[in-house]
């Protein structure tokens, strides 16, 4: 047993060091590159910030610790709240079309959106959300009410889950676990804002540990906790198959038991009752489906759904990464029926593992340091960032105006942080005997989990690897105990001279860095800056049928309310005749004509339709009018009575109905995600360091 604790103590720790320097070294992400020497200063510098913070919070008493954990609870939650009033980016792929589902249902509509046929694992996302729209209805209130209500209860459960577990070890761990979430407002941003199936992979992983440290401590398995563990796994697994590595985890640690169930006696029968659970929540998960897609209708077996083997195809794509692409979609899309595209799938991953061969070690590799990659794990722009631009429908000036150098700074400041946590694991598991026939070695396990799925079986994107963050926020967090309990770190050399490095590298790293700012990162793509937009409610992927009848001289209006000045229109609205546009501003209480243009017959979808005006708009309040010149009534292509829509402003109709039309309204000078500003932060944020490190 101990041959076996020490064999996987030395996996995982190769596992979390390759972990921590990708995070620590890769500059490429979703938002942009990031500036990779300020990440290690500022990894430097966590590691003495944190420290002398973990130090104070240690010396607290259990009093003080209650108020200042409850104080922070509050105000993280303050902040999702703040986070759903105040900004809204369009959301696009998978979370777009399981809200446009869910809506077509509710209105008693029986056509089911393609992506939807394709991909059924969407199924219980479109239950639920059809469930929202029918409390929301019930209640007398907008969707979004529902649906922001339900994210923040999920968000906030997740972080004081993750503070209920390190009270449990060390209380003063869940006041900085707090601080620490309170401090990194991205994340709950993308639970609020987007939700989609992440909240509740992270919140039933986080119960599953719970569940199985309270068992393990108590020596007992209950039937409570057996009922428990199924259905949350059922839940799990209805939100994220891939947790089934958690079965995995269990069984692994229930072998590590066994070999020594004199001592593990009651562990080993924890963890094989656990597994028996996670087996039956499989079962009830798979039923749980069947029933959903049975009650909204949808045909499990319709011909377009894609055979599992289609990600696997995907993952050993070398030109991607093994990142999900259009052109193994339209692999799979050209073998039309299941039975075609499962035998062409199947036959695609012969053919690209006798080609690669050797080259699908470079590719495994390249995939494991993508989970790694960022800070944010992607959650900045992952389904809110379209055609690398955010399609605000309301957002404060701020936000919009600066939202390219906002990512950056988030990646860069998290990738610091996480790779301090990963190192704390990885030095952990090199320097301290850890028994992990624990709920600390579950944990490691279920991440590396995820990761090694990711890697060897299916399509990667940073974002998978999000869902464990929970998880690798407490062990994190446990860990550092192992670098901030010593004074002197040992990696390679005992008489290593850290003090005197530190010294030395920090000052030339600060200018180095500095130096990059200012030249290499400006190299890199520009950000489109959108003040506000409005396109799905024209269906922009071209499934709507709604069309607004506008009759001769008559004239339609939808305002907008602009945050920061803006210049361009990009209108993207079908119609079936001419028509004028014009912008109108409201000037105390007044509208007067600011502009005028003419919008040219498109009788398309509104994927095919982007007709550009330059209007130059200062921040404001305006409103378009579309006024018919024509004798006849012309036809445009808006969505009627929109449920899934978070915009402030849609056009109200004489019959009491509500409408939306399809336009972006932006800047066309697009801007450096390296400001002036954001550099000039830095160098006095470096000068401060450097000033500390000189006096340590």
Known sequence: MNFLNKSLSKVLFVLFSL????????PFTNSGFVEPISVIILAISFFFVLRWI???????????????AFVLIIFIVLTEILWAMNGHAELFGDPWHTQVQAERLFKGQTSWDIWILQYPNLVPLVGLELAFMKTASFLHISFYSVFYTYNIIISSLIWILIARLLWQKKPFLSVFSLLIIFCSPVLS?????????????ILSLLIIVSIFDKATQKGRFTFLEFLASLIIFAVAYLARPNV???????LIIGILAYWKKEKYLNVWKICLYMAIAFILGIIFAILANHLIAKSIGYNLNNPHVFPIWNWIYESLNLKSGGEWGPTDRDYTL???????????DI???????????LLLIPLFFIKFVTLWSEGTFEVGSDYTMFNYRYNWTHAPAFITENIGSINIFWEIVLKALMALLLFSIAYSLLKKKKDLTSSYGFMLLIIMGVSLFHTFIWEVKPRYQFMTIGLLLVVGLLSLDSIFGYEKISIFKQDFNWKKFIKIFVPVASVLSLFSMSTIMQLQPKQKIVVTAQQHPADNYGYSKDVLKISPKETIYQEFELSTNANQIEWQTGTTGPLTLKVQKNSSK???????????????????????????????????????PNSVTVGIRAMLNP????????????????ASLGFVISQSKEVSKYPFVMIFFFAILFLVINIFIHKW
């Open 19 to 26: 972990a921590f320097l990708a995070m620590l070294l890769q």
């Open 54 to 68: 973990y130090q104070k919070l240690s010396t607290l008493n259990q009093k003080k610790l209650k108020i200042f």
């Open 189 to 201: 941003g993308f639970l609020v804002q987007v939700g989609y199936s992440d909240g509740l992979a």
């Open 244 to 250: 089934i590595v958690s079965l995995v985890a269990i």
């Open 334 to 344: 050209f073998h039309i029926g299941y039975s075609s595209s499962k035998a062409a």
């Open 347 to 357: 036959a695609g991953i012969i053919n690209r593992l006798k080609i690669y061969n």
């Open 590 to 628: 007044n509208w007067s004509d600011f502009d005028s243009h003419t919008i040219k017959t498109e009788n398309t979808t509104a994927d095919q339709v982007n007709q550009i005006f330059n209007s130059n708009m200062s921040a404001g309040q305006y409103r378009l009018a579309i006024y018919n």
């Open 643 to 658: 449920i899934a829509l978070d915009y402030p402003y849609l056009i109200k109709l004489p019959n009491g109905q509500t």
